[in-house]
């Protein structure tokens, strides 16, 4: 099993550009979640899905941010526009509904300027 | 709500060493999962224990071992003979059996291994 695959590793972009995010589970696993860690804050819990759909959303900042699954193996984090507080590291992870063990991906890096 | 405090920024020991990061939580749940997560240089998450809030035995799993204190709401996490490669950011979490999904996770401590 390759494990969560989060693309890209890293990403570098200009205040008011659009990001994308991407995270493939864990084939199987039927719940998907998206957390965000930087210095200030530690790691948060910004969204998670069950079966494709979106359970909790309350760790969302803003408006800007938005999270669709819209398959099983595919889920995207979207922040249009990004602004340089959202440079953080973005994890994705997932789980079987079986078991209490997230496995998260590898992270993907965000630096806006 | 639930809260999860570490309360050592920062640790460092000799290799071979023991060496003991503390955490202690807040829930109004009866029961609950928590965990210790290493984050290394690499940055990916790695589960090293877990200790279900039912169970009263002290979960372990090769050098790493837990002390329970339910009652104390306490989760401290012993490392044995540690190597170099226990560098690492620690975090501890918990994540509750019923309702919502949502792991809470700890600020973290980030420990050392000297040679």
């Known amino acids: 099993d390759a494990g969560v695959i989060q693309s890209p590793r890293h990403e570098v972009t200009e205040m008011g550009q659009e990001v994308t995010l991407r995270c493939k589970p864990i084939?199987?696993?039927?719940?998907l979640f998206w957390y965000r860690q930087t210095m200030m804050r530690g790691l948060e819990l910004l969204i998670y899905?069950?079966?494709?759909?979106?359970?909790?959303d309350s760790g969302m900042p803003e408006d800007r941010f938005s999270a669709k699954m819209p398959n099983a193996s595919f889920s995207t984090l979207k922040i249009q526009p990004s602004e340089p507080r959202d440079s953080a590291v973005y994890f994705c992870?997932?789980?079987?509904?079986?078991?209490?063990?997230?496995?998260f991906g590898p992270g993907t890096r965000l630096t806006v300027t | 709500a639930q809260t999860v405090t570490q309360s050592q920024p920062e640790m460092s020991v000799q290799e071979a060493e023991t060496v003991t990061l503390s955490c202690t939580y807040d829930?109004?749940?009866?029961?609950?999962?928590l965990f210790w997560y290493k984050q290394p240089p690499s940055r990916q998450m790695i589960l090293v224990i877990r200790q279900e809030a039912y169970k009263q035995q002290n979960a372990t799993e090769n050098r790493f071992s837990v002390n329970f204190q339910k009652a104390a709401k306490s989760f401290s996490l012993k490392i044995s003979d540690s190597q170099l490669g226990d560098t690492a950011m620690y975090f501890c979490a918990l994540l509750p059996i019923q309702g919502a999904q949502k792991l809470v996770f700890g600020q973290g401590t980030r420990l050392t291994i000297n040679p």
């Open positions: 829930t109004s749940e009866n029961n609950y999962y």
């Open positions: 899905f069950n079966n494709n759909v979106p359970i909790d």
């Open positions: 084939s199987g696993h039927d719940y």
């Open positions: 992870a997932s789980k079987s509904g079986e078991t209490y063990e997230q496995y």
